[in-house]
């Protein structure tokens, strides 16, 4: 019964996507979705600029003589069965199979704070409601990115994909958790 469940929700929650890696509400508007496994990353360019791409839970947000500074988080995502894999890794004494079809594994106590940068970008999914659906991919200024955080209590359990270049965020998207 409990895979039978199991199989029917992920059917249910994959049904929601196309291929294009992306959620389509019944109003046609899309969300984005992370591809199957997202851990951090780093890498350098030619000209020596360090870029690192990951995914974390805001924990603070702080102004300091004038700048933004997030504390973060990391996370690892984990979709479909790489999500019942992970989880299975996780809770290897768990008899039930994991009945979502994502999987956050949050490992590391560590919080990284970063400055965040006067011309990043900042994109949400759940701020405001555009045709009886969320706005999906909605650009915002670093005000109401603050409001949205802060409104939903810190520390609050949304992930958000962060950019970091040469030490600075450069860019924050929130990730939509069905």
Same mark, same amino acid.
Not at 8 to 14: I, Q
Not at 47 to 63: D, F, I, P, R, W
């Given at each position: 019964?409990?895979?039978?469940?199991?199989?029917?929700?992920?059917?249910?929650?994959?049904?929601?996507?196309?291929?294009?890696?992306?959620?389509?509400?019944?109003?046609?508007? !899309?969300?984005? !979705?992370?591809p199957q496994v997202l851990v951090p990353t780093n890498s350098k360019d030619k000209?020596?600029?360090?870029?690192?791409?990951?995914?974390?839970?805001?924990?603070?947000?702080?102004?300091k003589n004038g700048k933004l500074f997030v504390?973060?988080?990391?996370?690892?995502?984990?979709?479909?069965?790489?999500?019942?894999?992970?989880?299975?890794?996780?809770?290897?004494?768990?008899?039930?199979?994991?009945?979502?079809?994502?999987?956050?594994?949050?490992?590391?106590?560590?919080?990284?704070?970063?400055?965040? $940068?006067?011309?990043?970008?900042?994109?949400?999914?759940?701020?405001?409601?555009?045709?009886?659906?969320?706005?999906?991919?909605? $650009?915002?200024?670093?005000?109401?990115?603050?409001?949205?955080?802060? $409104?939903?209590?810190?520390?609050?359990?949304?992930?958000?994909?962060?950019?970091?270049?040469?030490?600075?965020?450069?860019?924050?998207?929130?990730?939509?958790?069905?």
């Open positions: 019964m409990r895979k039978t469940y199991l199989l029917l929700s992920s059917l249910l929650f994959c049904s929601l996507f196309v291929t294009d890696a992306h959620a389509v509400s019944p109003q046609g508007a !899309v969300a984005p !979705v992370p000209y020596g600029n360090t870029h690192e791409k990951s995914m974390a839970y805001v924990k603070t947000l702080q102004v504390s973060l988080d990391y996370i690892q995502w984990f979709f479909g069965e790489a999500g019942a894999k992970a989880y299975r890794q996780d809770h290897p004494l768990e008899k039930e199979d994991y009945p979502m079809p994502y999987y956050i594994r949050n490992n590391s106590p560590k919080i990284r704070t970063f400055e965040v $940068s006067p011309k990043a970008s900042f994109t949400l999914q759940t701020n405001s409601i555009k045709d009886d659906n969320f706005n999906w991919n909605e $650009s915002v200024n670093t005000d109401t990115f603050k409001k949205f955080v802060l $409104s939903k209590g810190i520390p609050y359990h949304l992930p958000f994909h962060i950019e970091v270049t040469n030490g600075i965020i450069t860019k924050i998207t929130e990730q939509y958790v069905p």
